[in-house]
């Protein structure tokens, strides 16, 4: 006995999630943005010593996000980035990987082989001491915006106290 579709449910999935999609982004511009962004092609690299594309080379923005720990790591072999040799120096951008980086490491690295923007290696900024006087705490990482305020007040504040140094004399 066969069993009768549901009135209401659409059976060609595709326009089903085109429809989604397009309800979605009428709705927020930033989401159809985003939906552009992911869509993106990316172009495979090939091999050095085959010409061949690794099948998990992902086609499209969307696709380099969803890469898995192990797809990461099989790339990295594929493109002689895991363990040196004398092709790994010879793509355009080669990185190191070394043994037990994290998923997003990994991530980042594949995506500044590939030559995705953003995905450089973050810098440390020194430990700075931040606040004045006894409740001065260290902190790493950049600058907030109102330590960046703090900084330009007080050097107004400095150029003014020179200022007014100046016009005063020896009062």
Request: aromatic share 8%.
């Amino acid at each position: 006995m066969e069993i009768p579709d549901h009135p209401q449910k659409n059976n060609n999935n595709s326009s089903k999630g085109a429809a989604f999609g397009s309800r979605r982004s009428a709705k927020n511009p930033a989401f159809e943005t985003k939906l552009q962004q992911m869509a993106l092609p990316l172009a495979p690299l090939v091999q050095m010593t085959t010409g061949a594309v690794h099948p998990a080379f992902p086609p499209t923005l969307l696709s380099f996000w969803l890469l898995t720990d192990d797809q990461l790591d099989a790339l990295a072999s594929f493109y002689h980035q895991r363990t040196p040799c004398q092709w790994t120096a010879h793509y355009p951008c080669p990185v190191a990987w070394p043994q037990g980086l994290s998923l997003e490491e990994k991530r980042r690295k594949l995506g500044k082989f590939i030559g995705l923007r953003g995905c450089d290696t973050p810098f440390l900024q020194q430990t700075l001491p931040v606040g004045s006087g006894s409740n001065k705490r260290k902190r790493a990482g950049p600058k907030t915006e109102e330590e960046i305020e703090d900084e330009a007040r007080r050097a107004r504040g400095a150029s003014d106290d020179e200022m007014f140094r100046r016009k005063m004399g020896w009062y």
